[in-house]
């Protein structure tokens, strides 16, 4: 069952309300879907270098001072940041031309929303006073930085200060820089602290909005929430899930920015799931479960973990574990040598209790290396916990239910629990002292919304017959007995089974071919006894040496991802041919008619058919979706995927996929495919060009908008110059598509329906770009997606957008319900996911680019 199971990189962090989302899908497809991908023994060199402790780096020996809190002064300019900081993206305006004084639709039913959001109500009459302050000797740890500026408040006045950065309204000091002393309590160490003047920030500078976002951290600090990554989290109200030694931290993810009219606090409810077990636990359990190779278990269970590390409530990910070190080693601090188990009960009292155990390794990111931070972190597993689940939790249903009864937040609970954290700060005396302080106040309500339902739409299938699809996006029931718009005849194919499910298969296959018009031959099958992977590959070389079968469907006896991901291989690389993955479970299902109805509509887009239409009134239009997944088995390689119409009804697609390193440009990748989607798009269309091209561009963080804005949209536009030339400039629109967002609607306590558009009060003002919520949910909060028109030379009225990209999410072939995203950034998603999971090498085949074998 590919589409419901699909395994993720072990490790990686993910939503806890979209994990919960996936324990019942009854309207996606349950076919061909990968099982949940085991943990891989992954073998990585660790430097020979000088060790330190978390959250110490590593860096070559007799060079500069190593500094506790894992930074060096190495390579750190007068300018350079320390510290945790709330870095505001680069405002970049990307409103076109022909929407700067109105970018808002009217087509749609208008309604009254509201939004997790809070008016932060200003009166100020006052202006930013800037200030950086150092510290000598030097202090990395931004707690007891603070905890030095504290002590001078009394000649620094009311400010705010966030470890490098410090706010006033008022100068501190006639002169360039204002000396001042402070004890630190840890040592008694007598600090010096320099504050040097910046200058005074005009009204509407971005470090206006990075002030108002560390006044909003100190409140939440000042409501003892615990900062563990980048977020604050209850820990005094964790719930405990003993069953799984879990815990789950309540929390909140809060951000201020401007708005259309009014600078808005966006605050969403959030959760992190802590295991109560230490990562020691878990190498004590390795060893007696696998004595002979725990070292490599280890390995393969914790690498691309992300752990707390409770000592400074940091988060770090695992990358390596090396067992040729322990908490015995040494390491060079301030010019003395120190054991790490001398620096942990000098510096935070605690004593490691077992002297032999191994360290981890967790590589610095580029973006803390470009703070000054080193290489490599060394951690204590004693130390560490680790958060997320494993694959094998997630696939565990009881586990996740029971997680799911206290984060899945319906709209009505959610609101109520905003507004209690609404009550919980204006109600904290001193957080309302603070905002006195700056004569600010923060509204008592959400924030309304003018929103808009757009109409439904109607979907064409076989004979002509149509269905116009119900509020809740689902047109399951409507559409069984309708036909499929267009079958193709499935003749020639085989199956290839376990012999002891033979009886099992042939008697599903038979549904299968009963189950739509899609007309379907009986298949040759082919009996393997050992249910491993080089049986299946085996048996799938021997038939595709001999013949040219139009599909191969294989049936797994159990959920594996090894040999999903060897099919999968086989057939998308070595011998192509659209293929079909089930499990023995739908063999066995009590929906098996269901079941059989989605994996013969599958099948039958797989070799070229199409379930059904819908109606799109531009003439000449392509529409490309893409994305990036990043590769599970080799760090720093993307897959990026481009899936491209060819035909009117945007039914019909050609795909690519392109790998790239992380230090490549990805726009030459991109725009390489889409010269490639062009020249198929001219094949398919005896020798006509699009006249519109709308890119529909997923995978892009907010900090990336500006590169893609000027440098990828750029190439994009000078491949596609090349087909046309100057007589018929081509008509370009590139969306940016974002689905990881934190606001949320709620339409008179309950979801918005799909179909919902919101383009006012919570959008950018400097930007064309709106909210929609096209996927219906029976459980939980409905989340928005986010679309943001950053180049635009259709001109095409807000209203036609709107209803284009509400149109396209109809259209995704493994759901008979609408989908998040329009249909060619799902498929694009569902490609580099395939690629970047399982067979970690872009399909190259000329008839398979043509078809949605990847579905």
Same mark, same amino acid.
């Given at each position: 069952?590919?589409?419901?199971?699909?395994?993720?990189?072990?490790?990686?962090?993910?939503?806890?309300?979209?994990?919960?989302?996936?324990?019942?899908?009854?309207?996606?497809?349950?076919?061909?879907?990968?099982?949940?991908?085991?943990?891989?023994?992954?073998?990585?060199?660790?430097?020979?270098?000088?060790?330190?402790?978390?959250?110490?780096?590593?860096?070559?020996?007799?060079?500069?001072?190593?500094?506790?809190?894992? !930074?060096? #002064?190495?390579?750190?300019?007068?300018?350079?940041?320390?510290?945790?900081?709330?870095?505001?993206?680069?405002?970049?305006?990307?409103?076109?031309?022909?929407?700067?004084?109105?970018?808002?639709?009217?087509?749609? *039913?208008?309604?009254?929303?509201?939004?997790?959001? +809070?008016?932060?109500?200003?009166?100020?009459?006052?202006?930013?006073?800037?200030?950086?302050?150092?510290?000598?000797? !030097?202090?990395?740890?931004?707690?007891?930085?603070?905890?030095?500026?504290?002590?001078?408040?009394?000649?620094?006045?009311?400010?705010? +200060?966030?470890?490098?950065?410090?706010?006033?309204?008022?100068?501190?000091?006639?002169? !360039?820089?204002?000396?001042?002393?402070?004890?630190?309590?840890?040592?008694?160490?007598?600090?010096?602290?320099?504050?040097?003047?910046?200058?005074?920030?005009?009204?509407?500078?971005?470090?206006?909005?990075?002030?108002?976002?560390?006044?909003?951290?100190?409140?939440?600090?000042?409501?003892?929430?615990?900062?563990?990554?980048?977020?604050?989290?209850?820990?005094?109200?964790?719930?405990?899930?003993?069953?799984?030694?879990?815990?789950?931290?309540?929390?909140?993810?809060?951000?201020?920015?401007?708005?259309?009219?009014?600078?808005?606090?966006?605050?969403?409810?959030?959760?992190?799931?802590?295991?109560?077990?230490?990562?020691?636990?878990?190498?004590?359990?390795?060893?007696?479960?696998?004595?002979?190779?725990?070292?490599?278990?280890?390995?393969?269970?914790?690498?691309?973990?992300?752990?707390?590390?409770?000592?400074?409530?940091?988060?770090?990910?695992?990358?390596?574990?090396?067992?040729?070190?322990?908490?015995?080693?040494?390491?060079?601090?301030?010019?003395?040598?120190?054991?790490?188990?001398?620096?942990?009960?000098?510096?935070?009292?605690?004593?490691? #209790?077992?002297?032999?155990?191994?360290?981890?390794?967790?590589?610095?990111?580029?973006?803390?290396?470009?703070?000054?931070?080193?290489?490599? @972190?060394?951690?204590?597993?004693?130390?560490?916990?680790?958060?997320?689940?494993?694959?094998?939790?997630?696939?565990?249903?009881?586990?996740?239910?029971?997680?799911?009864?206290?984060?899945?937040?319906?709209?009505?609970?959610?609101?109520?629990?905003?507004?209690? +954290?609404?009550?919980?700060?204006?109600?904290?005396?001193?957080?309302?002292?603070?905002?006195?302080?700056?004569?600010?106040?923060?509204?008592?309500?959400?924030?309304?919304?003018?929103?808009?339902?757009?109409?439904?739409?109607?979907?064409?299938?076989?004979?002509?017959?149509?269905?116009?699809?119900?509020?809740?996006?689902?047109?399951?029931?409507?559409?069984?007995?309708?036909?499929?718009?267009?079958?193709?005849?499935?003749?020639?194919?085989?199956?290839?089974?376990?012999?002891?499910?033979?009886?099992?298969?042939?008697? +599903?296959?038979?549904?299968?071919?009963?189950?739509?018009?899609?007309?379907?031959?009986?298949? *040759?099958?082919?009996?393997?006894?050992?249910?491993?992977?080089?049986?299946?590959?085996?048996?799938?070389?021997?038939?595709?040496?001999?013949?040219?079968?139009?599909?191969?469907?294989?049936?797994? /006896?159990?959920?594996?991802?090894?040999?999903?991901?060897?099919?999968?291989?086989?057939?998308?690389?070595?011998?192509?041919?659209?293929? *079909?993955?089930?499990?023995?479970?739908?063999?066995?299902?009590?929906?098996?008619?269901?079941?059989?109805?989605?994996?013969?509509?599958?099948?039958?887009?797989?070799?070229?058919?199409?379930?059904? #239409?819908?109606?799109?009134?531009?003439?000449?239009?392509?529409?490309?979706?893409?994305?990036?997944?990043?590769?599970?088995?080799?760090?720093?390689?993307?897959?990026?995927?481009?899936?491209?119409?060819?035909?009117?009804?945007?039914?019909?697609?050609?795909?690519?996929?392109?790998?790239?390193?992380?230090?490549? !440009?990805?726009?030459?990748?991109?725009?390489?495919?889409?010269?490639?989607?062009?020249?198929?798009?001219?094949?398919?269309?005896?020798?006509?060009?699009?006249?519109?091209?709308?890119?529909?561009?997923?995978?892009?963080?907010?900090?990336?908008?500006?590169?893609?804005?000027?440098?990828?949209?750029?190439?994009?536009?000078?491949?596609?110059?090349?087909?046309?030339?100057?007589?018929?400039?081509?008509?370009?629109?590139?969306?940016?598509?974002?689905?990881?967002?934190?606001?949320?609607?709620?339409?008179?306590?309950?979801?918005?329906?799909?179909?919902?558009?919101?383009?006012?009060?919570?959008?950018?003002?400097?930007?064309?770009?709106?909210?929609?919520?096209?996927?219906?949910?029976?459980?939980?909060?409905?989340?928005?997606?986010?679309?943001?028109? @950053?180049?635009?030379?259709?001109?095409?009225?807000?209203?036609?957008?709107?209803?284009?990209?509400?149109?396209?999410?109809?259209?995704?072939?493994?759901?008979?319900?609408?989908?998040?995203?329009? /249909?060619?950034?799902?498929?694009?998603?569902?490609?580099?996911?395939?690629?970047?999971?399982?067979?970690?090498?872009?399909?190259?085949?000329?008839?398979?680019?043509?078809?949605?074998?990847?579905?």
């Amino acid at each position: 069952m590919e589409e419901a199971l699909m395994g993720r990189n072990r490790g990686q962090a993910r939503g806890i309300a979209g994990l919960l989302a996936k324990i019942a899908l009854p309207k996606s497809s349950t076919a061909d879907v990968p099982p949940q991908t085991p943990p891989q023994n992954v073998e990585r060199s660790v430097r020979d270098t000088a060790k330190l402790p978390g959250p110490f780096q590593a860096q070559p020996p007799l060079e500069e001072p190593l500094i506790p809190g894992g !930074e060096s #002064t190495s390579g750190l300019g007068r300018g350079a940041l320390r510290g945790r900081r709330i870095l505001i993206p680069e405002i970049l305006n990307t409103r076109p031309q022909h929407v700067a004084s109105n970018k808002r639709g009217s087509s749609g *039913q208008g309604i009254l929303l509201e939004a997790n959001y +809070f008016k932060v109500i200003e009166k100020p009459d006052w202006c930013l006073q800037q200030y950086r302050v150092d510290f000598h000797p !030097e202090e990395t740890n931004t707690h007891i930085k603070k905890g030095l500026v504290r002590q001078c408040s009394k000649q620094l006045g009311s400010y705010i +200060f966030d470890g490098t950065v410090l706010y006033t309204t008022h100068n501190l000091t006639a002169q !360039e820089n204002l000396e001042l002393t402070a004890i630190r309590q840890q040592d008694a160490a007598k600090i010096c602290i320099t504050i040097r003047s910046v200058g005074e920030l005009v009204k509407g500078d971005p470090h206006y909005l990075q002030f108002y976002n560390i006044l909003t951290r100190k409140c939440l600090e000042l409501l003892n929430l615990q900062l563990v990554g980048r977020n604050y989290f209850d820990a005094n109200s964790k719930i405990e899930i003993k069953e799984y030694k879990l815990e789950l931290w309540p929390g909140y993810i809060t951000s201020i920015r401007q708005h259309e009219s009014d600078i808005l606090m966006c605050v969403e409810i959030n959760h992190k799931v802590m295991r109560q077990e230490t990562l020691l636990h878990i190498l004590e359990r390795v060893k007696t479960e696998n004595p002979y190779d725990y070292q490599n278990v280890f390995k393969s269970e914790v690498i691309g973990v992300t752990v707390l590390t409770g000592y400074n409530n940091n988060t770090y990910r695992i990358d390596d574990v090396d067992f040729n070190e322990s908490p015995m080693g040494t390491f060079q601090s301030k010019g003395e040598t120190i054991r790490y188990m001398d620096y942990y009960k000098n510096k935070y009292g605690i004593v490691i #209790t077992v002297k032999n155990q191994p360290l981890f390794v967790s590589r610095s990111s580029a973006r803390d290396r470009r703070a000054g931070k080193n290489d490599i @972190i060394y951690l204590v597993p004693e130390l560490c916990r680790a958060t997320g689940l494993t694959d094998e939790m997630r696939s565990d249903f009881r586990l996740m239910s029971a997680l799911a009864m206290h984060t899945r937040v319906n709209p009505h609970r959610r609101i109520d629990k905003l507004l209690a +954290f609404n009550r919980r700060m204006l109600g904290e005396t001193t957080i309302q002292e603070e905002f006195n302080n700056w004569n600010l106040k923060l509204d008592t309500k959400l924030v309304e919304v003018h929103a808009r339902k757009l109409l439904p739409e109607k979907l064409h299938f076989g004979n002509d017959r149509q269905v116009e699809v119900g509020g809740n996006g689902d047109w399951t029931k409507s559409s069984k007995d309708k036909g499929l718009y267009m079958t193709m005849t499935l003749k020639d194919w085989v199956v290839v089974v376990p012999e002891r499910l033979i009886q099992e298969a042939k008697s +599903f296959i038979s549904i299968i071919r009963s189950a739509t018009n899609f007309q379907i031959s009986e298949p *040759q099958y082919f009996e393997i006894r050992r249910e491993r992977c080089e049986s299946y590959t085996e048996c799938l070389e021997r038939i595709m040496s001999k013949a040219n079968p139009q599909m191969i469907m294989c049936i797994l /006896a159990k959920n594996r991802a090894d040999t999903y991901s060897a099919i999968k291989k086989k057939l998308c690389i070595d011998r192509p041919v659209p293929s *079909q993955v089930i499990t023995a479970r739908c063999l066995r299902a009590k929906e098996i008619m269901s079941i059989a109805m989605k994996i013969a509509i599958q099948m039958n887009c797989k070799i070229g058919g199409i379930p059904w #239409t819908i109606h799109i009134p531009l003439s000449g239009l392509m529409v490309v979706g893409y994305d990036v997944c990043h590769d599970i088995n080799k760090k720093g390689i993307d897959f990026g995927a481009l899936v491209a119409s060819l035909d009117k009804k945007l039914s019909r697609y050609f795909s690519t996929v392109s790998a790239h390193t992380s230090g490549e !440009e990805l726009c030459d990748h991109l725009s390489a495919s889409m010269a490639k989607a062009l020249q198929k798009y001219r094949e398919a269309n005896n020798g006509a060009l699009p006249s519109s091209i709308l890119v529909y561009r997923d995978g892009v963080s907010e900090g990336q908008i500006p590169f893609v804005v000027e440098h990828e949209v750029m190439k994009v536009k000078q491949a596609i110059s090349k087909f046309y030339g100057q007589v018929m400039p081509v008509k370009l629109g590139y969306i940016v598509v974002t689905k990881k967002i934190n606001t949320r609607l709620f339409y008179k306590g309950r979801n918005p329906e799909p179909g919902t558009v919101v383009d006012n009060v919570i959008t950018n003002p400097q930007q064309y770009d709106f909210f929609m919520v096209s996927q219906g949910v029976k459980q939980g909060t409905v989340s928005p997606t986010s679309y943001s028109v @950053i180049y635009d030379s259709l001109s095409l009225n807000p209203d036609k957008i709107q209803i284009l990209t509400y149109k396209m999410t109809h259209v995704y072939y493994n759901c008979s319900t609408t989908m998040r995203v329009p /249909a060619p950034v799902q498929l694009a998603h569902k490609l580099s996911f395939l690629v970047s999971q399982s067979i970690h090498t872009p399909p190259t085949n000329n008839t398979l680019e043509s078809l949605l074998y990847f579905l």
